[in-house]
């Protein structure tokens, strides 16, 4: 079955940067929309940003908009999570999702498989 693992989680200061990578392995990936979300502490799984199977497409929640940029390099089966001016409020359980669809979407429900996520931490 599909396997995602993600990496590049720490504990930085806030306004600095991040980069998290989610490598696929056991199925397609070209062909396949990616999705990050997102679990702060005490609160809900919530939607980050999405990408499409080409890397073409892409949508960013409004919370982290202009801040972080999802992107894929499909000769390494990665997708790329970019944080920067990272915030306290950043501070979560980060996820990536992989969907049999071409392209990502903002519900959890779409995607199929989970990496087992990777902890943020931002100090202010």
């Known amino acids: 079955q599909v396997q995602l693992e993600e990496s590049g989680g720490g504990t930085v200061q806030a306004g600095t940067s991040l980069r998290l990578s989610c490598v696929v392995s056991g199925g397609t990936f070209e062909r396949n929309g990616m999705g990050w979300f997102r679990r702060p502490p005490g609160k809900e799984r919530e939607f980050v940003a999405c990408?499409?199977?080409?890397?073409?497409?892409?949508y960013t929640s409004n919370s982290v908009k202009g801040r972080f940029t999802i992107s894929r390099d499909n000769a390494r089966n990665t997708v790329y999570l970019q944080m920067n001016s990272l915030k306290p409020e950043d501070t979560a359980d980060y996820y990536c999702?992989?969907?049999?669809?071409?392209?990502?979407?903002?519900?959890?429900?779409?995607?199929?498989?989970w990496g087992q996520g990777t902890q943020v931490t931002v100090s202010s």
């Open positions: 999702a992989w969907t049999v669809q071409s392209y990502g979407g903002i519900s959890p429900d779409q995607y199929d498989y």
């Open positions: 990408i499409s199977g080409t890397g073409g497409s892409t």
